[in-house]
């Protein structure tokens, strides 16, 4: 019997990607027989490093979710002009893909957060299953003045058909789902001793990563990191800082150290607030630098979650931008590492999955 699965991810950065491919590592751990059939726009090269054996890649644009014109800023009127294309769908797409959803022999249809992909899976007979933290619909609704509103009933009908629905923490809106689960995180891979001795970094060094997730971004403080020699500051970024600094280690943006090592490797990390990223310093324990996106609706609700959970600090976006952040930075790599003792979310979700 054909055991493949599709999988439809929102290209919205890396963050749906890395969540949909815990859960298809998770799910490969359970049964290697699983194909999966991934359909996205996110690079193919970000799942060639993932453990779930071969792939089928379809280059597909299977979301719209929000145009960002920057790491912290989304652009609402590109975003709109990219809707009145995409919805309502076309059956002639639907249909194509309904098609290769039969031709690969796909079972069930793993859908973060892409409402196409239910759309393709009611067409092609077969399940859908939802994983999210949030939904479009309710993102949409935090715009009142930028033109999604038309959208939202639109979206909300799509989620509300897929057949199974996987609730992640930390959601944004309570809502009923089949199931809910802790904090979806790719697995650590390798050792910390490791991956500082990759960087370059001793060992018993403070170390702190910058990073913007699946954006990347021109950061203006490089040269204000001399001032700390005894910190070590890990970027991945492609463009390096107007002078080598001794205590600076940029990386390739596709770098092929595993981006969960990173973080289970440094004393901190500094980046905004986004699911993957958080739940990969949630699961490592690490404290946690955070950057508010405050005209994004999730940013609140991670933001309340992360006081809560995880040793943290706010820092407010001018004062990223101008390193004036820096002036705290000691405190944040004191702080103390926590102790998980919290199963990851990827495997209760793909433990779930593998019931269907």
């Not at 995409?86 to 859908?111: H, I, Q, T």
């Not at 790719?186 to 060992?203: D, T």
């Not at 820096?326 to 793909?350: E, F, H, S, W």
């Amino acid at each position: 019997m054909n055991n493949s699965i599709a999988c439809f991810i929102s290209p919205h950065g890396f963050g749906h990607a890395a969540r949909l491919t815990a859960i298809m590592e998770a799910l490969r751990r359970l049964d290697p027989s699983i194909r999966f059939e991934i359909f996205t726009l996110v690079p193919c090269w970000f799942f060639a490093s993932a453990e779930i054996g071969e792939f089928g890649y379809h280059e597909t644009l299977t979301d719209i979710g929000l145009v960002q014109d920057s790491p912290y800023h989304e652009d609402l009127s590109a975003t709109v002009k990219k809707l009145e294309v995409f919805m309502p769908f076309d059956p002639v797409v639907v249909k194509g893909l309904a098609d290769k959803l039969r031709l690969s022999g796909c079972r069930l249809a793993l859908c973060d957060i892409s409402p196409l992909g239910i759309a393709a899976a009611a067409e092609a007979g077969i399940p859908s299953v939802l994983i999210s933290n949030f939904t479009w619909d309710w993102i949409y609704e935090g715009y009142e003045d930028g033109g999604l509103l038309p959208y939202v009933k639109q979206m909300k009908e799509w989620f509300d058909r897929a057949d199974y629905y996987i609730l992640a923490e930390p959601y944004c809106e309570a809502q009923p789902a089949d199931i809910i689960v802790p904090p979806v995180s790719r697995s650590f891979k390798a050792g910390a001793g490791y991956i500082r001795e990759r960087l370059g970094s001793p060992a018993d060094a403070k170390a702190v990563m910058i990073t913007m997730g699946g954006f990347q971004d021109d950061y203006g403080f490089y040269d204000m990191i001399s001032d700390y020699p005894d910190i070590y500051f890990v970027i991945p970024a492609d463009k390096p800082g107007s002078m080598p600094l001794s205590n600076l280690i940029t990386l390739p943006f596709h770098s092929d150290l595993h981006h969960p090592d990173l973080v289970n490797a440094v004393d901190a990390v500094v980046c905004k607030l986004g699911y993957s990223t958080l739940a990969e310093i949630y699961h490592a324990g690490v404290p946690y630098g955070y950057i508010t996106r405050p005209a994004f609706r999730e940013s609140a609700k991670l933001q309340e979650y992360v006081e809560k959970q995880m040793n943290c600090m706010q820092i407010d976006l001018k004062e990223f931008k101008s390193g004036g952040w820096l002036r705290q930075v000691r405190n944040l790599v004191k702080m103390p590492r926590i102790q998980r003792d919290v199963r990851n979310g990827a495997d209760q979700a793909a433990e779930f999955i593998s019931r269907i």
